[in-house]
């Protein structure tokens, strides 16, 4: 029996990056139809959408509208868009209780963090759903320690990370670096470091590359 072949994937995304969510659901689902075929190693490198967001966040609406030009009418359409996307996924967008887009600095803090305890997936699905599922306040560090217990880290370090601003300098790197290598728009899923997937693309397109990758060994 072959052994699986090792893929390297980097998911560059934000945590109130709709487009971020489904494209993780479709690599995930993709992910699962490759089954033992491959071994993944999986990092979710920070992007910031608005790194200039002030702590207290913008009226979603009011902030769409402005960033993007949309009417209220092409926002409801595309909330649509992205809530059946979702759906068809597995992944419930509760477009109604997301009223604010906020900073989320210190949720890629807490996320690298989360990398070196060994449960950076499972806070970043977590923080998925608390922002798009539950629309809870993703640059609240009360909400961020619970999410994180959540998921099985430890509260009181989680606390500690925040109020200390530790991984600040590793985050700012991270984020410059892919800054550097042309990304601007998210997600951007870069699999060993040579073949870029962007957008909330379905499963199969996740699918095909990675056997491609896989198939080149």
């Known amino acids: 029996m072959a052994s699986p072949t090792p893929i390297k994937i980097d998911f560059v995304s934000d945590v109130v ?3 971020c969510a489904v494209g993780l659901k479709s690599l995930e689902q993709a992910l699962a139809k490759l089954g033992d075929d491959v071994a993944v190693e999986l990092h979710f490198q920070p992007f910031e959408l608005n790194p200039q967001m002030a702590p207290e966040g913008e009226d979603i609406l009011e902030h769409i509208a402005h960033k993007y030009g949309s009417s209220p009418a092409q926002i409801e359409q595309n909330r649509e868009v992205i809530r059946e996307r979702g759906a068809a996924l597995g992944f419930t967008f509760n477009m109604d209780k997301r009223n604010r887009i906020v900073n989320t600095f210190d949720a890629h803090r807490l996320l690298h963090w989360a990398a070196l305890e060994g449960s950076q997936a499972e806070l970043k699905q977590a923080l998925l759903a608390a922002y798009f599922t ?16 959540s998921v099985g880290l430890d509260a009181t370090e989680a606390r500690r990370v925040l109020d200390e601003d530790r991984y600040a300098q590793d985050v700012r790197a991270q984020e410059q ?3 550097s290598q042309g990304i601007r728009a998210v997600p951007s899923v870069i699999i060993n470091d040579r073949y870029l997937v962007q957008g909330g693309q379905p499963p199969e397109v996740f699918e095909q590359t990675l056997r491609q990758v896989a198939a080149e060994g």
């Open 177 to 179: 670096f892919y800054q």
């Open 134 to 149: 539950d629309g809870r306040d993703v640059s609240s560090r009360d909400v961020l320690v619970d999410v994180a217990a």
């Open 17 to 19: 990056c709709p487009w």
